[in-house]
């Protein structure tokens, strides 16, 4: 059969590494050592998959512009402290490396930094299965498309021939605004309810459905 889909772009944290809470908690962490509000767990979820500034800005709008470099610095020390420690969700590994044993180029869009996505990449063993990724620090930050153009363009795939599969709304809103089919999981980041609201293909809820739903439709 053929494949409708040649290009499948992963989010990273709440897609493919189960990275949520752990976000959640560093930027808990971080507010608290800059003595600003410890903004509650599902403000702090909302922004998962932004840029750090972005994410930071809106999670705790009462951080002030000079103190964006201590918030980040804090967040940082955080989430590195432990990332060494999280895990893929359960199967991650074998879809991945199935859908690169079928020919389908894969790449990452995130909102990590670029060290950060190398750490990840390299801490999961999956770096050698993506033939290219984009990070929030050397690109435009989600819902912005140019991290799906972007990658498009440099591995020559259309825009109907490219899916993007995300945990939040923010993934959706990007693949939308680049003309390019998204895909929904709801383990991640976001609740259900706001990603069906996006109207993707459809949406998953675990690992398992994930892999099924790309053996019957991509």
């Known amino acids: 059969m053929a494949k409708r889909f040649e290009l499948i772009v992963f989010d990273w944290d709440g897609t493919l590494m189960d990275s949520a809470a752990a976000i959640v908690r560093a930027i808990q962490a971080a507010s608290a050592d800059l003595g600003l509000p410890v903004p509650p767990d599902a403000r702090a979820r909302h922004v998962i998959g932004l840029g750090l500034v972005d994410a930071l800005r809106h999670a705790v709008p009462e951080l002030a512009e000079k103190d964006y470099p201590a918030m980040v610095e804090r967040y940082r020390h955080h989430y590195l402290s432990g990332d060494h420690e999280l895990e893929l969700f359960e199967g991650t590994h074998a879809l991945i490396e199935s859908l690169h044993g079928q020919g389908y180029s894969l790449a990452v869009a995130t909102g990590k930094s670029r060290k950060g996505l190398a750490r990840a990449l390299g801490f999961s063993g999956l770096g050698r299965f993506f033939h290219a990724t984009r990070c ?74 994930l892999r099924a739903w790309l053996e019957a439709h991509a």
């Open 136 to 209: 929030a620090d050397e690109c435009f930050s989600k819902p912005h498309p140019a991290m799906l153009e972007e990658l498009m363009d440099e591995l020559g795939v259309a825009r109907g021939a490219s899916l993007m599969i995300g945990d939040t709304t923010h993934d959706l809103q990007m693949a939308r605004n680049a003309g390019v089919a998204g895909l929904a999981v709801s383990y991640g980041a976001h609740p259900v309810e706001q990603l069906l609201a996006e109207a993707p293909l459809a949406c998953v809820h675990t690992p398992a459905e």
